[in-house]
């Protein structure tokens, strides 16, 4: 693996790590429960009002549990490899469109926005057992993982993945907007769950 990818790679590797050994510690029955009810949920952001409006989504049915929050990081891991693997964007040059689409996202993961899941594909279930997620997550990173030995020099600028918001991105791009940031931008989702439920207090976050 190249060093530079064998760094952005360590260093997702050890924040996976470190939400799956905070999730852990919890009861195992609160893994799936929502922590609001239906329809009770945080104001979404205007973006993610004008996102839900372009795209057509259907309205929030309330606030994901530990389970659909973890399941979704896998689902947006797996997407971005199909994509890889089918080379959608090998002749696509990003552009302006794809520039200020990616400091969009960039914005709404750093200051925390509520917005819509942008692809079907990445919706999560809220059924799953821990057991079960992490095994599918451990399974999903090993294939990113054998993905990236394989990337040599040449390939590092090339356009890989397409974001519906953030646009074209090579794969240093996508480790550390794509995972790096949004798992940050849910981990935050994480400690308001703990803090609703009771779990986390103000000062703990």
Request: charged content about 25%; hydrophobic content about 45%; proline content about 6%.
């Amino acid at each position: 693996m190249l060093p530079k990818l064998q760094a952005q790679f360590e260093k997702i590797e050890a924040q996976r790590i470190k939400l799956l050994t905070r999730l852990a510690k919890m009861d195992r029955h609160l893994w799936n429960v929502s922590p609001s009810p239906l329809g009770q949920h945080q104001p979404i952001s205007l973006l993610g009002r004008l996102q839900a409006r372009l795209w057509k989504l259907p309205p929030v049915v309330g606030d994901w549990s530990f389970c659909e929050i973890v399941h979704h990081l896998i689902l947006a891991e797996k997407e971005m490899l199909r994509q890889i693997r089918q080379q959608e964007t090998a002749s696509q040059e990003p552009n302006l469109r794809d520039w200020l689409g990616a400091r969009a996202v960039r914005m709404a993961f750093r200051y925390g926005w509520r917005v819509r899941v942008p692809l079907a594909s990445v919706v999560p279930e809220a059924t799953l057992g821990y057991e079960q997620t992490c095994a599918l997550w451990d399974k999903v990173r090993a294939e990113l993982a054998a993905y990236l030995e394989e990337v040599t020099p040449q390939l590092c600028d090339q356009p890989i993945i397409k974001h519906p918001v953030a646009g074209r991105m090579n794969i240093d791009q996508m480790l550390d907007l794509l995972i790096y940031h949004h798992v940050n931008h849910h981990l935050r989702q994480v400690a308001r769950n703990e803090r609703v439920m009771g779990l986390l207090s103000n000062s703990e976050l």
